[in-house]
Nanobody, 123 residues
Framework: QLQFVESGGGLVQPGGSLKLSCAASGIIDVYSIAWFRQAPGKKHEGVSCISSRAGTTYFADSVKGRFTISRDNTKNTVFLQMNSLKPEDTGVYYC?????????????????WGQGTQVTVSS
């Protein structure tokens, strides 16, 4: 089972940017990978998804136009570039294999969660 280590979070002012990284413990080139986030007191939300060869992506309506997702299969790493951050983007961000195709909408996680990376958007 793949394990993931997320990094790149931090405290940023509204309108700022962060780039998150998700490093996998093994080969990811056959998997769709997704980013999820969990705001305080809320359930995990699927934010973005990228197919195995990066041909298909998905973004939640709340982040569309502000976030981009990419992957480097040679380094078994997936990235989430977050621009124009808003306070409502605050939460712990996780990555995971998506059990559903990215083309089908909101991703569904497979496997267990890693430690995540905290993103706080506040002035």
């Amino acid at each position: 089972q793949l394990q993931f280590v997320e990094s790149g979070g931090g405290l940023v002012q509204p309108g700022g940017s962060l780039k998150l990284s998700c490093a996998a413990s093994g080969i990811i080139d056959v998997y769709s990978i997704a980013w999820f986030r969990q705001a305080p007191g809320k359930k995990h939300e699927g934010v973005s998804c990228i197919s195995s060869r990066a041909g298909t992506t998905y973004f939640a309506d709340s982040v569309k136009g502000r976030f981009t997702i990419s992957r480097d299969n040679t380094k078994n790493t997936v990235f989430l570039q977050m621009n124009s951050l808003k306070p409502e983007d605050t939460g712990v961000y996780y990555c995971a294999v998506s059990r559903s195709l990215c083309s089908r909408g909101a991703p569904e996680p497979a496997g267990s969660w890693g430690q995540g990376t905290q993103v706080t958007v506040s002035s």
